[in-house]
């Protein structure tokens, strides 16, 4: 329980650090990938070479559009819009879906890739959530599928 409290005071952090960036860095990019268990696991396999190539080259965009492929393969963007003077990032897990019955993620800055990065971050944000929630919700529970034959 505390883990989950302790990551999720760091997305918090992580996502207040990003709010007042006013560019993207490959320090704060590095600070990113290191709060992802996934994405230093997939570093140590050596699935990271092209997201390592893209931060060298700061290709931001790019880089992020391949972390969100690493890190969260079943979303994608649904929307990349700029707003006033806001670029607006959303990622959902079903485009088929209208985007008001979706349970979608965003994030919204005034780099481009610093919103999609805000995203990423929404989204881990609410995984942590869920994954709690979802662990508490069916603690003890049976479920009788003959019901449902």
């Avoid at 990113?32 to 570093?43: C, G, K, Y």
């Avoid at 700061?58 to 700029?82: D, G, K, N, S």
């Avoid at 209208?98 to 944000?125: I, K, N, T």
Wanted: hydrophobic fraction near 45%; proline fraction near 3%; charged fraction near 30%.
């Amino acid at each position: 329980m505390f883990i989950q409290s302790d990551r999720r005071d760091d997305l918090d952090k992580l996502a207040n650090k990003l709010t007042r960036a006013t560019r993207a860095s490959a320090v704060l990019f590095g600070e990113v990938f290191a709060a992802s268990p996934r994405l230093m696991t997939l570093r140590t396999i050596g699935k990271t070479g092209r997201l390592d190539r893209l931060v060298a080259c700061e290709a931001w965009t790019e880089a992020v559009m391949e972390l969100i492929a690493l890190e969260a393969p079943a979303w994608t963007v649904r929307r990349l819009c700029r707003d006033d003077r806001d670029w607006l990032c959303t990622l959902t897990r079903f485009l088929d879906v209208p985007d008001w019955l979706d349970e979608s993620v965003e994030g919204r800055h005034p780099v481009l890739a610093l919103a999609a990065l805000g995203a990423v971050l929404d989204l881990r944000a609410r995984t942590a959530i869920t994954s709690r929630g979802v662990a508490h919700e069916l603690a003890g529970v049976t479920a009788d599928c003959a019901d449902y034959r």
